[in-house]
Every structure is written in structure tokens, then in C-alpha cells.
């Protein structure tokens, strides 16, 4: 029995071609890789992203996906997200401590400017860690 074709054709051809170099991915794995590239794929900034990335980014999503449920549905379910840490680089740079901190004055100074206060904060301060786990995945 033949297997259906993979949707994942209109994937940017990098990642396309590196998800097709990716054999080590496991079996079990490729299906769940494959359906979070293709969401990927719905958004044309993420594709125009994904094909300026630099290869070794484009190389890692697959294995990152793989390894990383909570990593996968972020980025599909937030696509922005993707999209702004590809195009700031930081993917590809470690922070300092000094740079970690520097970011995290502004979550406070978002967050008490705003008129939900303490409920702001919370909501900011989880954006901060969603972008900082998947970043450093």
C-alpha cells in the first residue's frame, strides 16, 4: 500500500530539504514534523523568514520538533514568534547574563503601564518565558 503524498511540498524548499535530511528523525516522530512544518507553511511571513534563515536554523527545526513538543506547538500556534526570534538572530547567539537581564526590565515597565497591572505582568512575564525557552531549544 502506497502512502498518500506529503503535504509538506509547499514547505519552504530549505526546510523541505532539510527535513528530508533529517533520517535520524524517528518514524514515530516524522508524521508529528511533518503536520507542524506544513502549519508552518500557512504563513507567508514565516515562509519568507524560514528561506532568509541562515541553514544551520533551518537544519535544527526539524530535530528541534522532534525533541520538543512544547517547542513545535508554540511556534505553530504563534508563528510571530518564529518569525521574530529567526529574524533577530538569536537563535544562533547565547545572551550574556547582561543581555538576559536587560530584557526583563521591560516585561516590568510593559507590564506596569499597563491598566490590568498584576494581571498584565503575569501575561507578559509568560510571553517573556515562552520566547526564552523556545529560543534556547
Not at 502549519?39 to 528541534?64: F, H
Not at 525533541?67 to 518569525?83: A, E, G, H, K
Request: with cysteine; charged share 25%; aromatic share 4%.
Amino acid at each position: 500500500m502506497t502512502q498518500p503524498p506529503s503535504k509538506t511540498s509547499a514547505a519552504p524548499a530549505g526546510i523541505e530539504r532539510e527535513l528530508a535530511a533529517s533520517p535520524t528523525l524517528p518514524p514515530a516522530v516524522r508524521p508529528l514534523v511533518e503536520r507542524a512544518l506544513e502549519a508552518l507553511t500557512d504563513n507567508p511571513d514565516l515562509v519568507a523568514a524560514l528561506s532568509e534563515a541562515p541553514d544551520e536554523v533551518r537544519a535544527s527545526i526539524p530535530l528541534v520538533f522532534a525533541t520538543s513538543d512544547f517547542v513545535s506547538q508554540c511556534c505553530t500556534r504563534d508563528p510571530r514568534l518564529l518569525i521574530e526570534l529567526v529574524r533577530s538572530g538569536d537563535l544562533r547567539r547565547p545572551l550574556s547574563r547582561t543581555d538576559f537581564a536587560a530584557r526583563a526590565p521591560a516585561i516590568t515597565a510593559e507590564a506596569s503601564a499597563a491598566p490590568g497591572g498584576d494581571t498584565d505582568f503575569i501575561a507578559a512575564l509568560r510571553r517573556w518565558r515562552k520566547r526564552e525557552m523556545v529560543r534556547i531549544a
